[in-house]
Each structure stands twice: as C-alpha cells, then as structure tokens.
C-alpha cells in the first residue's frame, strides 16, 4: 500500500529555517498533486503549500515568501524549505498526495497522508 513518510521538524529559534522531507512509498505508478498541511493546537487544518506535477505550486498567503516547496518525481519526494520562521508556524506539518497506484486489478488514484512531523518555532 501507498505511504507517506514525512520527516525533518523538530525545534527551531523564530528566524532560523528547516527543510522538511515528504517521502512517498509502495506500488506507486505516478504522484499528481503534492501538498503541506498544518495543524496548530485549537486550530483547523490548513494548507501551507501545494506543487502539481509539472511543479507549478501555490502557497498560503501566510507563508509565501518565507516557504519554498519542490519535488523530486524520480524519488516519489517533496520538500519544504522554510526560512524566516515565526513562532505562529509552530504547527504539526502534514504532507498528501493524491497517487495514482497499483491495485489488484487495475490502478487506483487516491488521496494519502502522512502521519505529520511536529515543527516548533520558539519565540
């Protein structure tokens, strides 16, 4: 079955940069849109960034200039690069992906999550 693996959060100063890693795995034909959730405590889930697969992207208003999201279609990867970090992006940071795979019978295209890397910007 199709999983995705993010890695990279961890604590950080306000000001200072991580770059997460979105790694996707298992019977996968091909991955069209890419994107980064986030989930802040008391808040609802929202978009961070999205990449298609031709890497056209799109970005929050709140992060578009401090964020850079990219892919690696060879490597089923996508990342996000962030620069400028402010307290308020603390956030469990989520990727998904809607896959194109492989099922018993013919492919299947669907959405997947990832189980979310927790980014922490202290102040």
């Known amino acids: 079955q199709v999983q995705l693996v993010e890695s990279g959060g961890g604590l950080v100063q306000a000001g200072g940069s991580l770059r997460l890693s979105c790694a996707a795995s298992g019977p996968i034909v091909s991955i069209n849109a890419m994107t980064w959730f986030r989930q802040a405590p008391g808040n609802e889930r929202e978009l961070v960034a999205r990449i298609t697969s031709d890497g056209s992207t799109n970005y929050s208003d709140s992060v578009k200039g401090r964020f850079t999201i990219s892919r690696d279609n060879a490597k089923n990867m996508m990342y996000l690069q962030m620069s400028s970090l402010k307290p308020e992006d603390t956030a469990v940071y989520y990727c998904?992906?809607?896959?194109?795979?492989?099922?018993?019978?013919?492919?299947?295209?669907?959405?997947?999550w990832g189980q979310g890397t927790q980014v922490t910007v202290s102040s």
């Open positions: 998904a992906a809607n896959v194109r795979f492989r099922g018993y019978w013919h492919t299947v295209v669907a959405d997947h």
